[in-house]
């Protein structure tokens, strides 16, 4: 099975590439689109510069993935430690918080003390 070469409204990730920020915004969603639009704060720029040459770290969760960023590694914090994503070429107009979760998954252990009848009898491991 041949698998088909990467677009994104009708470009290759190539002709992204060569687009400019106003002209990649034109073709995001409105939100992103807006985002792109009202420019970028200063520690956005630095952190589109780390992540052309290495591993980048950054807590602005909101950063929209760019063109330049795919195949990149990015380290990005969610609250307590960061979390590591290759980015790929799906993920592109996405936010970059969209990827490492802010908050874990709970797992219950058996009933405890002052539990009810019917849970009693669940065997305890």
Same mark, same amino acid.
């Given at each position: 099975?041949?698998?088909?070469?990467?677009?994104?409204?009708?470009?290759?990730?190539?002709?992204?590439?060569?687009?400019?920020?106003?002209?990649?915004?034109?073709?995001?969603?409105?939100?992103?689109?807006?985002?792109? !639009?009202?420019?970028?704060?200063?520690?956005? /720029?630095? =952190?589109?510069?780390? $992540?052309?040459?290495?591993?980048?770290?950054? #807590?602005?969760?909101?950063?929209?993935?760019?063109?330049?960023?795919?195949? !990149?590694?990015?380290?990005?914090?969610?609250? /307590?430690? =960061?979390?590591?994503? $290759?980015?790929?070429?799906?993920?592109?107009? #996405?936010?970059?918080?969209?990827?490492?979760?802010?908050?874990?998954?709970?797992?219950?252990?058996?009933?405890?003390?002052?539990?009810?009848?019917?849970?009693?009898?669940?065997?305890?491991?």
């Amino acid at each position: 099975m041949v698998k088909k070469e990467f677009t994104y409204t009708g470009l290759t990730l190539d002709e992204l590439k060569n687009l400019s920020l106003n002209e990649l915004s034109e073709r995001l969603p409105a939100r992103q689109r807006r985002s792109l !639009k009202r420019g970028l704060c200063p520690g956005k /720029k630095k =952190f589109l510069k780390k $992540t052309e040459n290495k591993v980048a770290k950054t #807590h602005h969760r909101e950063m929209i993935v760019t063109p330049s960023m795919v195949g !990149k590694v990015i380290r990005i914090h969610n609250g /307590k430690e =960061f979390g590591t994503i $290759t980015v790929l070429e799906e993920m592109i107009g #996405h936010r970059v918080g969209e990827f490492v979760f802010t908050r874990k998954r709970t797992a219950h252990s058996s009933p405890g003390v002052g539990a009810s009848k019917s849970s009693s009898k669940v065997s305890v491991k």
